[in-house]
């Protein structure tokens, strides 16, 4: 008995299993009985493993085994693997995509005691960006050029949706600054030279929003005592690269037009949102605008050309299964070209900065805090980032610091927001954010 209690228990903390009935209604009764199988397989056998060969690294718990076999058992059966594009016109990319939004777009309950927080919206005509010096960008220049002059000749203007979040600590450092509380909940600087957080979510760029990861973003305003602007960017396959991009660049240049400081604002984001993090950073440096005080970046995805896929691994570390470009339906190819063949011009993109960050120049970049699993798919990269980092400013010593947390999975601020690990994660962020 008590063992299934812990079963139970630990399936709970599953993101892919929220919203199981709805998540279903997308997959042909072929398709079901494979997950159904698959997912039983997966849970028999990695139970049975964990319990009677141990945990598969020594700072597991059950809930962590499970997620990462289940992680890495379903995605096989939801994103088909192929290493080359045959038959790519009969993949329904658009429903592969809202079949993992069902599953994983899981909206987290957040308690009113542990603060607060209000949607804003933001008219991307009313906020001024440098249109003329995003043509020069290499490669991928004249995407981001037209995506920006499309917006402008918009007769109704697009809206990108935000959110303002504070926790308690934020409330008690800023309440005495505000003339009433509903200057805590507006956007502008509540206090001169207040600092804020800008945060991009996770989720491959096919999925997430502001309230999948008010888990991380409200964890941040606490230990930092600062507000955060969470953004919902644009996603892929409806919105391919580089529209969520331009919505950070326009989320960037927002909060400047509301009267912050760049050496007060922090760019921070999980996974995708930590590449957006660093892409926006090498936009900003191209185009000669004010790079902001710092980045918070937690497992960034850093590299998207050249990725390390163990798909027939005997026993896998992560959860998260990163294939590589050259399979149609992965993360990747959803985001910058969604059903279409792998051309040179693409594998050319890929090299691009502003999508994979690690081809950057980073001499002068500003002061960045990388926070990665110990057994993560991005651990490689997100070294190598730290060391390029470091390399190219020999006269800043503290300008980059890296914490690996021992056998952690991809992501874990937010698939594993209980573990004594994500707490101290925190502290750690608020301490680099302060001392900025």
């Not at 402008?152 to 926790?167: K, S």
Request: aromatic share 8%.
């Amino acid at each position: 008995m008590a063992v299934l209690t812990k079963i139970k228990h630990s399936i709970s903390y599953f993101p892919l299993l929220a919203d199981v009935g709805v998540a279903l209604s997308a997959f042909s009764w072929l398709q079901l009985a494979q997950l159904c199988y698959v997912s039983t397989t997966v849970v028999i056998k990695s139970v049975y493993q964990y319990y009677r060969n141990g945990p598969r690294l020594p700072k597991w718990d059950l809930t962590i085994q499970l997620t990462v076999d289940l992680g890495s058992g379903l995605s096989k059966v939801v994103f088909p693997y192929q290493t080359n594009d045959d038959g790519i016109e009969r993949i329904d990319f658009h429903k592969i995509v809202i079949t993992v939004r069902r599953w994983g777009n899981k909206k987290l309950a957040w308690p009113k005691e542990k603060g607060t927080y209000r949607s804003h919206s933001i008219n991307t005509q009313e906020v001024e960006i440098d249109i003329s010096k995003l043509a020069d960008i290499e490669i991928v220049g004249t995407k981001l050029t037209n995506l920006a002059q499309n917006d402008m000749a918009l007769q109704d203007p697009r809206i990108l949706e935000c959110e303002i979040i504070l926790r308690n600590a934020a409330i008690q450092m800023l309440e005495s600054h505000a003339t009433n509380a509903d200057n805590l909940l507006d956007t502008v600087p509540v206090v001169k030279d207040e600092k804020i957080v800008l945060y991009f979510h996770g989720g491959g760029w096919i999925l997430g929003n502001i309230e999948t990861h008010r888990v991380i973003t409200g964890e941040i305003s606490q230990a930092s005592g600062t507000r955060v602007v969470s953004v919902n960017y644009r996603l892929s396959p409806e919105y391919a690269f580089p529209a969520h991009l331009l919505d950070a660049y326009i989320s960037y240049c927002f909060l400047l037009k509301q009267g912050f400081k760049p050496s007060n604002i922090v760019v921070a984001g999980d996974s995708a949102g930590g590449q957006l993090a660093l892409s926006l950073t090498h936009l900003l440096r191209h185009i000669g605008a004010p790079v902001p005080a710092g980045l918070v970046l937690l497992s960034p995805a850093t590299d998207q050309r050249h990725i390390k896929y163990e798909h027939d691994a005997p026993a896998a570390l992560d959860y998260l299964m990163y294939m590589p470009v050259e399979t149609p339906a992965s993360m990747v190819r959803l985001m910058i070209a969604p059903g279409q063949p792998l051309s040179e011009l693409m594998k050319r993109e890929l090299e691009s900065p502003l999508i994979s960050p690690i081809y950057g120049s980073f001499s002068g970049f500003p002061s960045t805090l990388i926070q990665t699993g110990g057994c993560e798919c991005f651990l490689d990269g997100n070294i190598a980032l730290r060391e390029k980092i470091k390399s190219q400013n020999p006269d800043v010593p503290d300008i980059v610091r890296q914490d690996v947390y021992d056998d952690m999975p991809h992501d874990f601020h937010l698939i594993f927001p209980y573990r004594r690990e994500a707490s101290k994660s925190y502290k750690v962020i608020g301490e680099f954010i302060n001392n900025l």
